[in-house]
């Protein structure tokens, strides 16, 4: 199985930017698809975004499109999520997930590794 731990959360002024990461450790020779989720304070986790195995395909929640980037390097085993233009709706623990599927679905239910997941708050 693979190890996550995200990184690089925080609290940030409206319009400001973060760069969350995730990196990878354990059963990293296996190709996965990655995503971001995030979760509110009495909220459901949901969806942000995901990158397909070969970093080819990439997959956006409307809430987070055109100001969030999901990247990979393969090589550092790392997952990156550019946050830009942030808004305090952004305000949430962000989590990073692995699937097996190498082009996965949206939904949490297909990711089976999940890291503890990193806090980013965003003051108006």
């Known amino acids: 199985q693979v190890q996550l731990v995200e990184s690089g959360g925080g609290l940030v002024q409206a319009g400001g930017s973060l760069r969350l990461s995730c990196a990878a450790s354990?059963?990293?020779?296996?190709?996965?698809?990655m995503a971001w989720f995030r979760q509110a304070p009495g909220k459901e986790r949901v969806f942000v975004a995901s990158?397909?195995?070969?970093?080819?395909?990439?997959h956006y929640a409307d809430s987070v499109k055109d100001r969030f980037t999901i990247s990979r390097d393969d090589a550092k085993k790392m997952v990156y999520l550019q946050m830009n233009s942030l808004k305090p709706e952004d305000t949430a623990v962000y989590y990073c997930?692995?699937?097996?599927?190498?082009?996965?679905?949206?939904?949490?239910?297909?990711?089976?590794?999940w890291g503890q997941g990193t806090q980013v708050a965003v003051s108006s």
């Open positions: 990158i397909s195995w070969s970093g080819r395909t990439t």
């Open positions: 354990g059963r990293t020779d296996i190709a996965y698809g």
């Open positions: 997930a692995a699937s097996r599927v190498l082009n996965p679905p949206p939904a949490p239910g297909n990711y089976a590794y």
